[in-house]
């Protein structure tokens, strides 16, 4: 079955070491994006890409990279300057590069929990 | 102001009865506008789009009021299964149509 696939589900790191969150999808989507959801907040984009070796930063992009290799992957780096990075952290697609999220809905992973102390 | 805005909840309802809520956007410049649903610790998953004229889907309608700004979601004979968070998303096309998300309503439905 085609999706999206966030691993790990569950995620501990100590305060000031990089970590690194897997997202894969086999949907042959174009689009790729990062948000992270907090109690009590909607969800926020971090980074997006639209096509491979492209990538734009998002509203809250301090403290986070990504790259986009390959269509399938865009793995998201939390690096020891995100102040506060324990949260919810949701992969998402979509079909096409096409703007309009009438005509390309969104479609998730899992999500991975970071916890860090 | 935030730029899309629900009451937060919880809503406790009777199983069967009818519910409905409420998201105010800020940008009169907002094009595209859903409904997901997120389970406790789940992903959202997209419920149901929201279209100019309202639109119906089974048990659910979705109504925007362009006038008010403000987009609604009806929920009728409401289930058990029916207990989650509802997130209200707004695109507009002077911000790239990037997908701005509301906080979310609880619903808990009580037998």
């Known amino acids: 079955d085609g999706g999206i696939t966030q691993s790990p589900k569950y995620l501990f790191r100590k305060e000031g070491q990089n970590v690194t969150l897997s997202c894969e999808q086999n949907?042959?989507?174009?689009?790729m994006y990062w948000y992270r959801q907090d109690p009590g907040q909607g969800l926020r984009l971090i980074y997006y890409?639209?096509?491979?070796?492209?990538?734009q930063k998002g509203d809250i992009a301090e403290g986070y990279s990504v790259s986009r290799e390959k269509k399938e992957s865009f793995p998201l780096t939390v690096t020891s300057a995100q102040k506060n990075p324990t949260a919810f952290y949701l992969c998402?697609?979509?079909?096409?590069?096409?703007?309009?999220?009438?005509?390309?809905?969104?479609?998730f992973g899992n999500g991975t929990r970071l916890t860090v102390t | 102001r935030k730029e899309v805005e629900q009451d937060p909840g919880p809503f406790n309802v009777p199983e069967g009865a009818t519910v409905a809520f409420n998201c105010t956007y800020s940008?009169?410049?907002?094009?595209?506008f859903f409904w997901y649903r997120q389970d406790c610790r789940k992903e959202p998953k997209l419920l149901m789009s929201?279209?100019?004229?309202?639109n119906e889907d089974g048990r659910f309608t979705a109504q925007l009021n362009r006038a008010s700004q403000y987009i609604s979601l009806l929920i009728r004979d409401s289930k058990l299964s029916d207990s989650a968070t509802y997130l209200c998303?707004?695109?507009?096309?002077?911000?790239?149509?990037?997908?701005?998300w509301g906080a979310g309503t609880k619903l808990i439905i009580k037998p």
């Open positions: 998402a697609s979509r079909p096409s590069t096409d703007l309009n999220p009438y005509n390309s809905p969104l479609h």
């Open positions: 949907l042959n989507h174009d689009a």
């Open positions: 890409s639209q096509i491979v070796n492209d990538f």
């Open positions: 940008n009169s410049a907002s094009q595209s």
């Open positions: 929201v279209y100019s004229s309202g």
């Open positions: 998303v707004v695109t507009a096309w002077d911000s790239n149509y990037q997908l701005i």
